[in-house]
Every structure is written in C-alpha cells, then in structure tokens.
C-alpha cells in the first residue's frame, strides 16, 4: 500500500468549517420506522432521526430527547415522561425509549436536538407523536360475534354486521380496534375506515391475529353506525396449489373495541356483543385466488348508516375465540398506491375483448359500466397473451381469477372488488354493455406500503428495464407477506425466495417492519427441534421443511435488516429462532459435519440444465448444497454472537464452521481444487460462503470461471444465481458478470426484457422465443432471479454496506465501470438520508459522484485512478490516499463531491 499526495493541500476529516445554529437542522423523526404511528404495542419503542445540514464532514456529537404527553408539556421539564438531558452520542438510529411506562391507548410527544462536532447544537426539532395500543389483553371487553350458517365445501358469500351508537357528548377523541377472522373492511356512518387494504393480514392465525388501530374523531357525530363486512381471504378461503381451503378455520368473525373519549373526561367503549346484527349482502362469493362475484341488486342502500332497517338481519353468534394472541399491527399495511389505465383494447384471433394495461401488476379493476338491471359482466385476467395472440391462463392452474359483476341498472355503476386481487397485465371482458373504451377501466395497483428507498439507472435501457422488472416484481409480491408469485393458485411465503431476495428487497424499499413482521411467524410457526417450514404462514403445518437455502431464511433474512438498518432489536427478538435453526442441522449432520439430506430438498431450484426438458430441478448436488449452507449461516450466526455480546455462543459458531468447512474440503473438494459437483452453483457456493480451503482457492476460482467460459451463459437456479455475478467480480472476473448480465438470449436476464417482460419470470424461458409458454408451473412475476439487483447496486454503481459500520452509517463507495457502459447511477435513501453514488464515462474521462448524509462517513475507491490527476469538486486536492492496485481509496466526512480523472 503507498500513500499518495496530489496538490494542494485540504485534509477532510480536519477541515474547520463555520457552523451556525440555522445550518443544521434535525428531521424525519420516527418512531419504530414509521412517522407518527398509532396503535401499536411496543413497549420500549425505538426513536430515529436525520440532519439536514448545509455544510460538509458534519457528525452528530451528542443528542438531547424530550418525550412528554403534549406538545406544549415538552418544554415542561416536571411533565416530561422522559428526559435524556445531554447524550454524548453520534448514534441517530434506533434510540431505545427509556422513560416513564406508558398506559394502554396513550399518546406521547417526542423531540430532540443535536450537537455537531464543532458543539453546535441544533433547534429543537419539530415534534412527532407515538400512540399505544392496547398493552395487556386483559383490557379486551369486546367479544368475537360470528354468523350462523352451515359449514359448505364452497364459497360463501361475505358476512355483514352493524350495530348504532350515540354519543351524547362533545367528543375529544376516539380509537377503533379491530380485527376478524377473515379479511375485513369497516365502515362508521356509510364511510369506510382508513385506507388500508386486506387487514387484519396473513399472519400464523392459530398463534397471532393482528388488530389495527384507526382514530375516527372526526367520524362521529350525535348518532351513529358502525359496521363491516367480513370475507373468506386467506384464513377460511382457498389456500395452496392442493384445492384445500379453510385451513385455520370455517367460521368468520369480527372482533371490534371502539373507545370515546368526551371532552369532560369520561369515556365510553361500544363494543362487538350480542346487540349486533349480521347478514348477507352483495358479495356473493370472495375468494383471493378465484375472485369476486358481486351482484348489485343485492346491495343495501345505508346498512352502515345510522336509522338503518335492520328488521330483516339476524342476531350475531358469540364466538369462543382466542383474545390472548392479539397483537398489533406495526408491520407495512397493505395500500392501493397507484394506478394505471390500459394503453390499448385488443380483439384476439378468438374474438375476445382484452384490455392491456401495459404492465404486469397485482391488484384488481375498478370498472365504470351502465346498464339494465341484470346484465352481468366477467372480468377475467391474466399476466399474458399465448403466441397467437389469445387470452392465457393456463399457468394460473386452479385459480380462476375472475369476478363477475351483476349491475342493478340506472345510471352508471362503479365496481371494485373488496377482497380479493389478481396478478394480471390483460383483463378479458364478457358481456360488457355498450361500448368499451379505456376511461372505463383502471387497474388499481396494490402492495404492503413500503417507501420507496433505492433505484439504479444506467446507460443501457435493457438494464434499467431489468431494474424497472425487479421493482415491480417486489411490489407485487410483497402483499403482506413475500409471497413467490401473486397471480396462481399458490401466492405463499416461500422462505427461499425470501432470503435471496432479501438484500435487493433492502435496496429498493424501506422493508424493515415487513420483515419483522414476517419474521415472527417464522419463529412461532418453527418446530420446537428448530426445524424450519418452507412456507410461512405455515398453513401445512410442516409439510414442507427443513429444506436447505429455503429455511436458512430463519437466519440471512434478520442479517440483512441488521446491515440494511443497524438493527439490533431483530437479532434479539430471532436469536433464539436461528440459534435453534442451527442447532437442527447440527444434530441431522452429526460428528462428520456433513448435512446429508433425508428429507425432500428443493436445492438449487430450477436451474438450467440443457440435458433436462424443462429442467424442473437441481443438478447441483443437494448435499453439498446442504453443506455449504450449513456452514454459511453458521457463520454468520458467530458474528450475530459477537455484535449481541455472546461470546460463548460466538465461539462455540466459530469452531462449528470450521468443522464443517474441514468436513466440506475433505468431501467434496479434491486435490486440483475441483468440486464433485463441477457446477456454476457449487462454486459459486463454496468460494461465497468461504468453503475453500486457503491453498485452493484459486484453484477453485479459475474452475469457476472456465464453467462460466465453457456454457457463456448461467446455468443456476433460485440459490445460485444471487450468487454469481457477486462471486466472479470477488475473484477479479468483471467481464465474465458482465457477459452474463447483457446476455440477451435465453438463458439470461435481459431474455424475458426482449420478449416485453415487465415483471421477473419464475423460468429462465417462462416463454419460449416462439411463444409457447411452459404449462403447469409457470409464473411471470416471480422476484428470486431479481436478486441481481444487489450486484448493481453495490458492484456496479458501487453502494456498500460495511457490515461493521451497517445501516450506512459508513459507506464503502467503489464503482465497477464495465459491460460497455457509459454511465450508471443509484440514488439511496438510507435511514442517516440520501446516498448518491453516480458515474460516467464523459470524453474519455471518468467522473463520479458521491453524496454522503449527516452523521455518516464514506470510504471511497476510484477505479483506475492511479497515476492520474484527479480533481475534486472542480479543484486539485491534496488528501490523505491509499493506493491499491490500479485503484486509490480516501476517507470523506459528509457532504456531495464529484471527482474526475
């Protein structure tokens, strides 16, 4: 290493600058990642914030927070629930709340400011709010109400309930709890409750049912109705590829807990109890993966409106049901956050009328119609045309995707289903009365409300057409739980796309309440042995498990919040989780350390295998694919030791991965550095994962290589391909990751791109460049292969997490110009606030820009820069260098700067 000195002379990190009060300022305050959140039951929550700040090498020195019941109390110092008084402390992210308890359904106020490092302290920022939900399941009055009816193999038709309410006072505030069994809407004087969609969630039912928390004050009035509708969704819906359904139970049920508090100080709760009514309505049918049937006529003008006729509906049921496995909902709610209108109406070879919304997308139609009263109109959907140009649905299996809408007449009719969605680009329409024409239809797109955080764009528009697939493909999977397509009769959280995906899904968007959400049902749903499902919620109790790569979810999925976020919380709440994961394949391995599979193992799912029709399956060796995996979480779980302080544990994981590295050498490695299995995967694998002995490494590198040489192209599934581009750029192969990422035929990633894919298919040819689509398991929109997406973010475009420093509170900057590119960008916005690492190739010079937030610093290398004059922001700099190879790495506080050379 030599350190070079270019002129004149600014050290960074010394750099005195003049700072002032006004010039830095404290925002986007959060509480447990969310801005201003109700409900929910945390009783320690985590406080975080950003600084805003004009000048460069700004750092955080000492924060001061003020919690208090009112905003006007926070400058009360004998009303403060809590008070740090003067923190000397540069941590912003995931400050543990330390004050006074807090009761049930209480709201309190926090702030903060901060000192920098020239002790100049901030203003007070602006104040936020956190609000508990109900703390103790003992404060539960209201009862779970149910209707009578027989238990059928088909679908039923969605339940509705009411009840009326006065309130004889002024109203100070008023919060409603609820919950079902079932999906339910709410509805409080004809209005619907909040916007979110598809509540209470996909959750392990039987051991967790999420309740949400909605402030209706300004939905009262004097006298008042409440009211919801309840549908099958995935607790008593159709459930799996099997036909099954109803797998966690066959009654619906509401469960609601409405708290009014009057100006005087008194409080009123009305509750779900036998004074409710229930019936049936217009949904007749509602089904996640069949669809909606909706007849109009059926509709009841006013039924959640107050002086209601409610002579002809039934007296509720009580249901003897759980309240002790309530818990809150501090997850992603599910939201409609867009919407699209088709860019053409098609007329197929079949005479059939299509719309085309341009975009493979999840969430449902909204249709504009008029007509008689009677006339039914079918909306069936699906993702693509066959190659003749016809409607295709095949690959949807046994999903019927379809709803059907019976119109009551008289006048135009807006309908949009409530219960159910469809992963679709291409919308059949029947019976459609009148003249179709595109204002009539919109597509209403719908995911878990994750904030978009990250976005790569390049020179090449293939690429950013790619990245645009992998979005969507995120968006679209990520309905409140991961699932591996959106669109078949199967939609479930499969555990080893999960983990693949995991840090592109980091990338992309803000997903650290999705995954620690998802996450405890991984832990409830795990068998006390530390066996993991493959699917989670586990509906199957266990049918499928233990399967490699798939369940190591249970660890790589919390270390990947853990470097996205800085979080240590989630490798507290799992540790016991993973821990236990470990020790499963621990004792199935037993004293040779080998994991050797007796159950069904998906290995590396779906690679290519050209010798295969189809190739449904692994050709890497299950086994050593075992094995590998084994070792690689093992792995990681003595670094999770070590960051939370279990050095026992640490110890014990360390000497457990060197054993079964040693085992793993001696099985499966010979002598020349050759792997028994001579696959992309399996080296891949065991250069990744650090299963090479040190003396073969390059032994095995260049095996590695002369297999990417030999097929040019990939020949890897759902485990391997994460890995392979990351892995050639670590043994110095850039221009082999690069002719597979711009491989435009089949197998390749930008194949589907050429074909007009705009989501990431399940298949490498999903459809065939003659068109013919592969029958049976077939999904295009499945995100696993997205999982190249990391690469271009941190190889690329050059953002990196330094697993010391995670969250970005340092970032390792170092772009990989290549693959012909002039140019590629990432725009990030980490949780410390916006990153920048942006390059060009501008008249044969290189210029890169790097944006680095408040309270972080960044380690950047320039590639090929050594040797040459380099200019930061438009002036020659002395600074401190590294040289490294052909490349030189510096250390900068915070601020914007571009280099050119």
Not at 158 to 183: D, H
Not at 620 to 632: G, Q, V
Request: hydrophobic share 35%; with cysteine.
């Amino acid at each position: 290493m030599k350190h070079l000195k270019l002129i004149p002379i600014i050290l960074l990190f010394s750099v005195i600058t003049i700072s002032v009060q006004a010039k830095n300022r404290v925002v986007k305050l959060v509480t447990e990642y969310h801005e201003n959140p109700i409900g929910i039951d945390v009783e320690k929550p985590r406080f975080s914030w950003q600084i805003l700040s004009d000048e460069t090498n700004v750092t955080q020195t000492a924060y001061e927070i003020r919690v208090a019941n009112s905003p006007k109390n926070l400058n009360k110092k004998s009303s403060l629930l809590w008070s740090t008084g003067k923190v000397e402390s540069d941590q912003s992210v995931n400050i543990e709340y330390e004050g006074q308890a807090l009761k049930s359904m209480q709201r309190a106020y926090w702030q903060v400011r901060v000192w920098d490092n020239n002790d100049k302290a901030t203003a007070w920022s602006e104040p936020v709010f956190w609000e508990t939900g109900i703390l103790d399941n003992k404060e539960w009055k209201a009862s779970w109400i149910t209707m009578k009816e027989e238990v059928s193999e088909k679908s039923l038709p969605s339940q509705y309930y009411r009840n009326e309410f006065s309130c004889s006072k002024k109203v100070e505030s008023a919060r409603v709890y609820v919950t079902s069994l079932g999906l339910y809407q709410l509805f409080i004087n004809g209005e619907k409750v909040g916007d979110q969609l598809f509540t209470p969630g996909f959750t392990s039912y039987k051991k967790r049912i999420q309740y949400q928390t909605y402030d209706v004050t300004s939905m009262l009035q004097k006298e008042n109705a409440i009211g919801a509708m309840v549908g099958d969704g995935w607790y008593r819906g159709y459930l799996g590829w099997e036909g099954g359904k109803a797998y966690y139970g066959d009654q619906l049920a509401l469960f609601v807990q409405l708290v009014v508090n009057y100006t005087d100080g008194t409080s009123e709760i009305i509750i779900t109890d036998k004074n409710w009514k229930t019936s049936y309505g217009a949904i007749l049918e509602s089904d996640i993966y069949n669809g909606e049937k909706y007849d109009a006529r059926k509709e009841m003008g006013g039924w959640a409106d107050p002086g209601f006729d409610e002579s002809k509906w039934e007296a509720v049921q009580i249901l003897n049901h759980a309240k002790d496995i309530l818990v809150a909902s501090n997850g992603l709610p599910v939201r409609a956050t867009e919407e699209i209108k088709p860019i053409k109406i098609i007329t197929t070879p079949k005479g059939e009328l299509v719309l085309d919304l341009g975009q493979n997308m999840v969430g449902y139609v909204r249709m504009k119609v008029e007509g008689k009263k009677g006339d039914q109109v079918t909306l069936q959907f699906a993702e693509v045309l066959d190659k003749n140009g016809n409607f295709y649905t095949t690959n949807l299996r046994a999903a019927e995707a379809t709803d059907v809408y019976t119109l009551k007449g008289g006048g135009e009719e807006i309908y949009e289903p409530y219960f159910t969605f469809h992963g679709f680009r291409y919308v059949k329409l029947q019976g459609y009365p009148g003249e179709l024409t595109k204002d009539k239809i919109t597509g209403v797109v719908i995911h878990s409300d994750m904030k978009p955080t990250g976005n790569f764009t390049c020179s090449d528009p293939l690429i950013n057409q790619l990245q645009s697939n992998i979005q969507w493909g995120q968006r679209d999977n990520f309905l409140d739980i991961p699932t591996d397509c959106p669109q078949r009769d199967e939609r479930v959280g499969w555990t080893g796309d999960t983990q693949v995906f995991s840090m592109t899904a980091a990338f992309n968007f803000g997903v650290a309440p999705f995954y620690k959400k998802w996450l405890e049902d991984l832990a409830l749903d795990q068998l006390p042995d530390g066996e993991v499902p493959n699917i989670i919620p586990d509906m199957w109790n266990n049918k499928f498990g233990g399967c490699t790569g798939w369940a190591d979810a249970a660890v790589i999925v919390p270390w990947t919040v853990y470097r996205a976020y800085g979080d240590t919380r989630i490798l507290e709440q799992q540790f016991s989780s993973m821990k236990n994961w470990i020790n499963y394949m621990k004792k199935h391995a037993g004293d040779d350390y080998l994991w050797i599979q007796k159950r069904h193992q998906w290995g590396d799912w779906l690679s290519f295998n050209s010798n295969k029709a189809g190739y449904p399956g692994a050709y890497t060796e299950t086994d050593l694919i075992a094995t590998a995996y084994f070792k690689y979480s093992t792995s990681l779980m003595a670094q999770i030791a070590r960051i939370l302080g279990k050095t026992d544990d640490a110890k014990e994981f360390d000497t457990l991965a060197k054993n079964i590295k040693a085992a793993f050498a001696k099985e499966y490695v010979t002598a020349n550095g050759r792997l028994v299995s001579h696959t992309q995967t399996a080296y891949a694998m065991a250069l990744s994962f650090d299963l090479m002995p040190d003396n073969l490494r390059d032994a095995a590198a260049r095996h590695f290589s002369n297999q990417v040489e030999k097929f040019k192209h990939l020949t890897t599934g759902f485990l391997g391909t994460p890995l392979l581009c990351t892995t050639l750029s670590s043994i110095g192969r850039d221009d082999l990751a690069f002719m597979l990422l711009n491989r435009k035929e089949f197998p390749g990633w930008l194949y589907p791109v050429t074909t007009g894919a705009t989501t990431i298919w399940e298949r490498w040819d999903t459809q065939k460049p003659d068109g013919t689509i592969i029958e049976g398991m077939n999904s295009f929109n499945h995100y696993s292969y997205g999982a190249i997406g990391e690469w271009l973010y941190n190889h690329v475009a050059g953002l990196n997490i330094d697993v010391e420093n995670p969250g970005y509170k340092h970032i390792l900057f170092h772009p990989h110009p290549g693959g012909g590119l002039t140019n590629a960008k990432v725009n990030f916005e980490s949780i410390y606030g916006p990153v920048k690492s942006a390059w060009e190739i501008k008249s044969d010079k290189f210029v890169y820009e790097v944006t680095i937030p408040a309270n972080a610093t960044g380690t950047v290398t320039l590639p090929n820069a050594k040797g040459k004059s380099i200019k930061m922001n438009s002036e020659n700099l002395e600074l401190n260098v590294n040289e490294r190879g052909d490349n030189l790495t510096l250390k900068l506080g915070s601020g914007s700067y571009i280099f050119e050379y």
